[in-house]
Nanobody, 131 residues
Framework: DVQLQASGGGLVQTGGSLRLSCAVSGFSFDDSTIGWFRQAPGKEREGIACISGEDDSTYYRDSVKGRFTISSDNAKNTVYLQMNSLQPEDTAVYYC????????????????????????WGQGTLVTVSS
């Protein structure tokens, strides 16, 4: 039974930082990709970062490049999203998801941030950035 548990959200001021965690159980990272998505009120869900277990490659949405960093601890089956220089427009519910169809974020590029490619989803964690 595949399960993903996202945590670490909260309230932070503009310019602050948060680290989200996604604990994964029920399958191996080795041949899968874990992605972070977010959905702001009234907006569609968007993929923002992902990491592939096969080659440790990553891919980021342009709006978060240089501010967010995705990493994994395979021993703990946990993926992290370090978020720095947070802005009010980063306010959203953040979700982590898993895909066995995406084997390399580097080679698949923007496709690796598309929600339909992910079969397994965790519950969201709310991030609120105050101005």
């Amino acid at each position: 039974d595949v399960q993903l548990q996202a945590s670490g959200g909260g309230l932070v001021q503009t310019g602050g930082s948060l680290r989200l965690s996604c604990a994964v159980s029920g399958f191996s990272f080795d041949d899968s990709t874990i992605g972070w998505f977010r959905q702001a009120p009234g907006k569609e869900r968007e993929g923002i970062a992902c990491i592939s277990g096969e080659d440790d490659s990553t891919y980021y949405r342009d709006s978060v490049k240089g501010r967010f960093t995705i990493s994994s601890d395979n021993a703990k089956n946990t993926v992290y999203l370090q978020m720095n220089s947070l802005q009010p427009e980063d306010t959203a519910v953040y979700y982590c998801a898993a895909s066995r169809r995406i084997t390399s974020a580097r080679s698949m590029g923007i496709i690796s941030l598309l929600a339909p490619w992910y079969a397994y989803w965790g519950q969201g964690t709310l991030v609120t950035v105050s101005s």
